[in-house]
């Protein structure tokens, strides 16, 4: 990667508005329904209509493609439509492509979404059932005939190697897990409202696969969640404080893989995080200090530790420590693991109601946040910061 200065992209764009469904594990609608739910509750938040709208941007694995859901949800023309592979790993990319659209001069206004029947349908905790050949697929013809069938088996390995190389517990994971769930028991948009746990619980919960036990791995989730993306200058006049897009990053390491990238040199890190991090902070200007609130994507537990470490909060194997001391608010709708599983959509809508000063659990005076996206795979990344006063 080259090093190059800050790519200018910061402080262009805002999110003005985030809208979703209700999260449940049994929708009844499709998932066009849900989007379009979304879409047009983000754009009532942001005080558009969707007249105003002339972009899209969702993630490859959508069923409903953006101007299916432009079409249904009464958006006329557009100038710009997007899609974003790797799954989670695409949740903070689908921001920056809307802020790249509209520093670019593509577009005006851009709704970024992402909806599906997750539980009730397609369930991607499932695993590999049959995929069409690819030469990307090709790599999980290394693993699968071993059993190592699903996500969660996948992390597994890793998560071992981590607990191994800093002479660790699983108990190590359960702090993650206990403080999502301490955050989603007062959020009521949490599946898990009301009910909090302790790490005795989450040493008492079932295997998984070892060294996963069921409480460090996310839920299955039915819903829809969309933003709104506009210039900044454009924000100033709307309804609600914009969370300026102060930068956004994507990021794949050296011989990256699917979640089953086992030949690396070292797997206790997540390289594709830190080719993230070192853009973020390189062109936000800040550090790992600066940071008010941390929504870090927390598909499986042991990759919330690692993607603190990698992006310089603690040192190799301290994440745990600095979790269960609470020294950053993290994930404080309640995560995936708490709140709902939507790809990570939901928690930039959380970092923007931290930036508003409206979120449930609101953090006194935040005004920078760090999100990530999907780790395992390519991924992405934002810091959302407040509008500069005056």
């Known amino acids: ?31 066009l329904r849900l989007a379009v739910e979304a879409v047009r509750a983000a754009l009532a938040d942001a005080g558009l209509t969707p007249a105003d709208v002339d972009g899209m941007v969702t ?22 439509f997007s899609r974003v592979h790797y799954g989670g790993g695409a949740a903070c990319a689908t921001v920056q492509q809307a802020a790249l659209a509209i520093a670019a001069g593509v577009a005006e206004v851009v709704v970024c979404y992402r909806a599906f029947n997750e539980r009730s349908g397609r369930r991607f905790g499932s695993g590999v059932r049959h995929r069409e050949p690819t030469a990307e697929g090709a790599a999980l013809g290394w693993s699968l005939p071993f059993g190592l069938l699903t996500p969660a088996s996948w992390v597994a390995m890793a998560a071992r190697r981590y607990l191994h190389t800093y002479g660790l517990t699983p108990e190590a994971f359960g ?42 791995c996310c839920q299955e989730t039915d819903g829809g969640q969309a933003l709104v993306v506009t210039s900044a200058e454009r924000a100033r ?3 609600h404080p914009p969370a300026v897009i102060a930068a ?14 086992f030949y690396r040199g070292d797997l206790t890190g997540l390289p594709e995080a830190a080719v993230v991090a070192r853009q973020l902070w390189r062109a936000s200007g800040l550090t790992p200090a ?69 979120a449930v659990n609101q ?21 959302l910061t407040a509008a500069p006063q005056g």
Not at 363 to 383: D, E, I, K, M, N
């Open 175 to 216: 702090h993650v897990a206990v403080v999502g769930r301490k955050y989603a028991a007062t959020n009521p948009a949490a599946h898990f409202h009301g009910r909090p746990i302790t790490l005795a619980e989450h040493a008492a919960s079932r295997w998984i696969v070892e060294p996963l036990r069921l409480l460090d």
């Open 363 to 383: 953090v006194p005076g935040a005004q920078r946040v760090l999100v990530t996206a999907g780790t395992g795979v390519p991924t992405s990344g934002l810091v």
């Open 248 to 261: 956004a990053a994507q990021g794949a390491g050296r011989a990256q893989e699917q979640m089953t990238g």
């Open 59 to 80: 993630f490859t694995m959508d069923t409903s493609p953006e101007i299916t859901v432009a079409q249904a949800a009464g958006i006329g023309e557009l100038s710009f």
């Open 1 to 31: 990667m080259s090093p190059r200065a800050g790519d200018g992209l910061g402080g262009r764009a805002a999110v003005v508005g985030v809208g979703a469904t209700a999260f449940s594990k049994d929708s009844g609608r499709s998932e």
């Open 237 to 239: 006049d709307l309804p």
């Open 290 to 358: 600066d940071i008010d609130v941390g929504i870090l994507y927390d598909h499986f537990t042991p990759f919330v530790l690692t993607q603190l470490e990698e992006f310089g909060f603690c040192g190799p194997g301290e994440a745990a420590d600095f979790v269960a001391g609470e020294h950053l608010p993290l994930n404080t709708h309640g995560g995936q693991l708490g709140e709902a599983y939507l790809h990570g959509m939901n928690g930039i809508a959380e970092a923007v109601r931290q930036i508003r000063g409206t």
